[in-house]
């Protein structure tokens, strides 16, 4: 049972745009910056947005972040095949001591 | 540019010990946090343990505390994971990570290297 919470699946067609969404409370997102991970097939995770919706040098504008209260979401426009990933939220978690916390996980299919 | 390079992975029968070690370069390692971080066959990621760049503090995940130790040589430019009573539930994949800076995100991923759990 993971800390933050996301939908196991999503899909969408290509050029589709796609949201995913990963919930968690006052003690992680609610006080913390978040951050998305996109995991291509067997490949190690990759930083994809950070302090919210902030995007690395590299990362196309079609990937997009957002926060509100205790609830974060990854948005994707013009979907294309190579998006096909494991999708993952982080952030801060301070209830206990200072550990990081990761999402379930979300599995894009691009149809 | 940021490379890091994880090795000491291998098969280990319960109750054993396994030392993993990251190589890290193309940035000053002294100057950054670094993690630990595991994915189980098929599963999600799990965070294992962090250290504060200069080694001060380290934090673990409830599921390795007592059991993992995480510590770092900024003279070597070098991340460990010591693993003590090993279970079969910590088959994973285990991958070293950079933060951006002082409680900030994990930015720079290792390779991962393999821990195997079995009799």
């Known amino acids: 049972q993971s800390v933050l919470t996301q939908p196991p699946s999503v899909s969408a067609a290509p050029g589709q745009k796609v949201t995913i969404s990963c919930s968690g409370s006052s003690s992680n997102i ?14 190690a995770p990759k930083l994809l947005i950070y302090d919210n919706n ?3 040098s590299g990362i196309p504008d079609r990937f997009s972040g957002s926060k509100s209260g205790t609830s974060a979401t990854l948005g994707i426009t013009g979907l294309q095949t190579g998006d096909e990933a494991d999708y993952y939220c982080g952030t801060w978690d301070s209830s206990l001591s200072a550990n990081w916390v990761f999402g379930g996980g979300t ?3 691009v149809l | 540019q940021v490379q890091l390079v994880e090795s000491g992975g291998g098969v280990v029968q319960p109750g054993g010990s396994l030392r993993l070690s990251c190589a890290a370069s193309g940035f000053t390692f002294s100057s950054y946090g670094m993690h630990w971080v595991r994915q189980a066959p098929g599963k999600g990621l799990e965070w294992v343990a962090f250290i504060r760049y200069d080694g001060s503090n380290k934090y673990y995940a409830d599921s390795v505390k007592g059991r993992f130790t995480i510590s770092r040589d900024n003279s070597k430019n070098t991340l460990y994971l010591q693993m003590n009573s090993l279970r079969a539930e910590d088959t994973a994949v285990y991958y070293c990570a950079k933060d951006l800076g002082q409680w900030r995100p994990l930015d720079y991923w290792g390779q991962g290297t393999l821990v195997t759990v079995s009799s």
Do not use: A
């Not at chain 1, 609610?30 to 490949?43: D, E, F, K």
């Open chain 1, 30 to 43: 609610g006080n913390n910056y978040v951050s998305w991970y996109q995991q291509l097939p067997g490949t």
């Open chain 1, 54 to 56: 902030k995007r690395p």
């Open chain 1, 107 to 109: 599995k894009l299919t």
